[in-house]
Structure formats: structure tokens, C-alpha cells
């Protein structure tokens, strides 16, 4: 697998990611407020796994508060439910910072993955791995190795 680095030409956030990445922007409503958005997204035979950008200051609303709106907003777009466990603050390059590990039980299938939202001064960061119950451990190594390549100017 080739891990290629990926920036965010706004924000100039850059992440290594298992291969080239889709990117996905999007305005999402948040607090009644639009935010703009960018998602680098790249699939790979274990999952999927990627990084999400916000135009907006990533300490404006508590980040379990962003966590409850990525579950949400999952459920919205995929009609299948998504939950969070063993939800945890940690800190990023000194920024304030969220682990969880998530889970989607569908009628085929258990999806499992992690996800880091992380605040900072300018933008919300979100850096996430997702996919099938028994890949579990490559997409654990896959989401330590997304936190390890990630950088905030």
C-alpha cells in the first residue's frame, strides 16, 4: 500500500492517506451556521479512511458536540445507524482533541472504525477510519498511521 501525503490547499493540512484520495467538499449546516468543508477520502481493501477539514474554529462548540453531529450526520447520508464507544479527550500537537471508536451494526454487515476530531484555532479536523467488523486490527494500525502523518500549520 502506498501512503501518498494529501493536503487541504486552503488550510494547508496535510495527512498521508493509503492511496490517492477522493475529495468530497460539502457546506454543512452546523448551529444554524453554514461551513465549508473538504474531505479527502481514500478506500482501500480493508476500509476507508480520510480527513475531514471545517472552515470554522474547532474550539466554537464542545467537541462532543461535533461527535454527536458526524453520528448524525452518518446516519442522514447512509440510513443505517452509527454509534460511538470508549469516547476519550486527548490532546494533538497541544490542541484539544476527541477519540472514539465507532460502530455500525446493518442488516449484512458490522462496520467498525475510529475517528479524532481535533480543534483548533482556525478549523475543525476530523480524521477517520471506517470499515468491515473483521478488519478491526488493519484499520486500527491504518488510523495510528493517519494521526502520525497528520499536520496543522
Avoid: C
Avoid at 18 to 25: C, I, L, Q, S, Y
Avoid at 84 to 98: H, M, Y
Avoid at 135 to 141: F, G, H, I, S, Y
Amino acid at each position: 500500500m502506498d501512503w501518498v501525503e494529501t493536503t487541504d490547499p486552503p488550510s494547508g493540512i496535510t495527512a498521508e492517506l493509503p492511496g490517492k484520495a477522493t475529495v468530497r467538499k460539502a457546506t454543512v449546516s452546523i448551529e444554524g451556521e453554514n461551513v465549508d468543508a473538504r474531505m479527502y477520502i481514500a478506500d482501500t481493501r480493508d476500509g476507508a479512511t480520510g480527513f475531514a477539514v471545517h472552515d470554522m474554529p474547532g474550539d466554537r462548540y464542545p467537541l462532543e458536540d461535533n461527535l454527536q453531529r458526524v453520528l448524525e450526520s452518518y446516519m442522514q447520508n447512509t440510513a443505517e445507524p452509527l454509534t460511538s464507544s470508549n469516547v476519550q479527550k486527548v490532546t494533538f500537537d497541544g490542541r484539544p482533541a476527541l477519540d472514539a471508536r465507532l460502530t455500525s451494526e446493518t442488516g449484512v454487515e458490522t462496520l467498525v472504525g475510529f475517528i479524532r476530531l481535533i480543534g483548533d484555532d482556525k478549523h475543525l479536523v476530523q480524521a477517520l477510519v471506517l470499515g468491515p467488523e473483521a478488519n478491526e486490527k488493519a484499520l486500527e494500525t491504518m488510523h495510528e498511521r493517519l494521526l502520525a502523518g497528520l499536520r496543522i500549520p
